[in-house]
């Protein structure tokens, strides 16, 4: 799918770039390959390096697999306070410069599905996924899926995505609270995190839902 010219022309770093993402996330596929090249374009555009502390962020409204990619390639985690989760179900991601107040937002292109690359793959993933193949047709699996992946990665970024310059409010800087002892189970717990029980303070996994139903 893709010549041995492509594959020599990119540079050695980048091989090793995306060699560390597929060891951090234990596997490589065309999620983990969508995601590399999301953070790969944010960065260009941001015109930034990787984040030592919280001078990115990314906002990804997917759990997906190329959410790892983003991690190790922005350096935007949790951990840090820098990579915030939206439930949405999207493969769309915001991406924060702190520095210059640039902002991007990278979402899939409507246009473009891995499945026209190759056609056949998603029968064979569903066998493959459900236990149901032989070794042989398991190692044509990773074979079609290592090439699948290799044309991702040189695609141009705007095939695979729709790419949009925001102006965004800059969420506020990570803070460490002081932790209090839940009534309940004695577990240290961040004061923002607790509720108030019975005039006692609890964590959330100790203290009793309420809801009217409304």
């Known amino acids: 799918m893709c010549s041995t010219a492509q594959k020599d022309s990119r540079p050695a770093d980048r091989h090793d770039r995306f060699a560390e993402v597929v060891r951090f996330h234990g596997h490589t596929c065309p999620g983990l390959a969508l995601g590399y090249r999301a953070a790969e374009t944010a960065l260009e555009r941001l015109r930034s390096g990787r984040a030592e502390d919280e001078e990115l962020v990314t906002i990804a409204e997917t759990d997906a697999c190329g959410v790892d990619a983003i991690q190790v390639l922005t350096g935007c985690t949790v951990g840090k306070g820098n990579l915030f989760f939206k439930d949405y179900g999207k493969h769309a991601f915001t991406f924060i410069s702190r520095r210059t107040g640039d902002a991007v937002r990278i979402t899939g292109n409507p246009s473009f599905d891995t499945d026209t690359l190759d056609p ?52 506020e800087r990570a803070r460490i609270f002081r932790s209090v002892p839940c009534a309940k189970c004695g577990e240290l717990t961040a004061e923002s995190r607790v509720r108030v029980e019975d005039g006692k303070l609890v964590c959330r996994a100790c203290s009793k839902e309420y809801s009217r139903r409304w």
């Open 120 to 171: 056949g793959l998603a029968s064979l993933r569903t066998r493959v996924m459900q236990g149901q193949v032989p070794d042989e047709e398991w190692a044509e699996y990773r074979r079609r899926t290592d090439r699948l992946v290799e044309a991702i990665l040189d695609l141009p970024a705007e095939t695979l995505f729709s790419i949009q310059d925001l102006n965004v409010e800059i969420p």
